[in-house]
């Protein structure tokens, strides 16, 4: 889901700037190391990736770890057992080593590797201990690290431990901002935490944005909630949030898939005046879902809506399949 995707825009902290080009294979035979180079090929042994991990750590490029982490996550190797751990592992085990053997201490950006890493192999009784480890060596951790860190926890279905790491962020004073809150929203499970997510974000002085309402309507259509959804809908202008594209595709999809067909439409053509359609499958589902619930003018008016906003040209062809099948035209 766009929302989701949206908050991870947001609350992403591990990134690397810098341009990569050379094979990872020839980075790991070089005696000495060489800016830039790269940190994202596949065909890699294990040995190499150690000794790849234990040259990025060597020369400080932190940053690029992470770039080799997210780069193996669609090696065909991942599916193997223990390849992707191992991967992690490589940086896990040498994480102790680096003040004696590479003379610098780890900062935040390590910190954060590390901390994911262990989330990501499970070794949850290592995490809160590590993090308690960086505020005795008086390193800040920055709202952007929390929510990382609760994304990942998230992600893992580890939602006690994330509720624990959130009740430790709010007694470190660490400021909260709409993307952490949004972190939280993306994975509510219930109707009733909805409300209570709004409210606990007025009473912090955090206003939810367009992400939030995307996430929170997404709850509601998951109980098949297709009023309370549409509600939040029709209320996004009086709490001063403009609907973007996904929050059309979704209303749209979603709003068709419960068969509330005119709610849907009315969404549809919020999207035609604001210059946001959504793409060819929704629409599909919403047209086909009137025309066989006998709403035959409706599925031709957004037909025709279509051809006026891009011309007869630019339709695609399936319309006009759909106008021959049900006597649209």
Known sequence: ??????????????????????????????????????????????????????????????????????????DPKITEENYFSSLIRSYVNLFDEMPERYGFSPDEVSYGIFVKSLIHLRLLDKVFPVLDEIKEKNIEITTAFYATVLFDMYKKGMVAEAEKLWKEMVKNGCSHDVALYNVRAAHLMEPGEVSKLIDEMKAKGVKPDITTYNYLSTVYFK???????????????????????????????????????????????????????????????????????????????????????????????????????????
């Open 223 to 329: 109980h098949d909630m297709a009023e309370d959804a549409y509600k939040i809908y029709q209320e996004l202008e009086k709490h001063g949030c403009v609907p973007n594209h996904a929050t059309f595709r979704h209303f749209i999809s979603s709003l068709s898939n419960l068969k509330e067909f005119e709610w849907a439409l009315e969404v549809f053509k919020d999207s035609v005046s604001s210059n946001a359609v959504s793409p060819t499958e929704t629409l599909k589902i919403l047209v086909l879902g009137l025309a066989e619930s006998s709403k035959r003018k409706e599925a031709k008016e957004v037909i025709r809506m279509l051809r006026d906003k891009y011309g007869p040209d630019q339709v695609r062809p399936i319309w006009n399949e759909i106008e021959v099948k049900f006597g649209l035209n």
């Open 1 to 74: 889901m766009y929302a989701l995707r949206s908050s991870v825009r947001h609350c992403r902290f591990f990134t690397t700037t810098r341009t990569i080009t050379t094979s990872l294979t020839h980075f790991a035979a070089k005696p000495k190391l060489h800016e830039p180079e790269n940190v994202s090929s596949t065909g890699t042994s294990g040995d190499d990736l150690e000794l790849i991990v234990k040259r990025l750590v060597a020369s400080r490029r932190l940053s690029d770890v992470e770039t080799l982490i997210q780069s193996h996550k669609k």
